[in-house]
């Protein structure tokens, strides 16, 4: 995963990976979350990914915008 830059110190979010149709995201609690177009709509899952690589404002939009729209969760615990 790539470190995500929390140009706002205070974001939930610590990293992410981006493929061509989803957006992982990992949380301070350790938690990854898996947003596809299927689960969350193509347009969001871009625009996750613009604000993922520009390093803020992720966390305010995953809250705003797609919350539980998730396709899977894991957890740094999870074999």
Known sequence: MQPYRRLN?????T???????????KFVD??????T???AGPISVEQMKLLARAGKGLSS???RHVRDRYVSRG????A
Request: charged share 20%; proline share 0%; net charge negative.
């Open 61 to 63: 939009f995953i809250s």
């Open 75 to 78: 957890n740094d615990d999870d």
């Open 15 to 25: 990293a992410f990976d981006i493929g061509t149709d989803w957006i992982k995201v």
């Open 9 to 13: 110190q205070d974001s939930g979010v």
């Open 30 to 35: 350790g938690a990854t979350y898996t947003y």
């Open 37 to 39: 177009y299927a689960s």
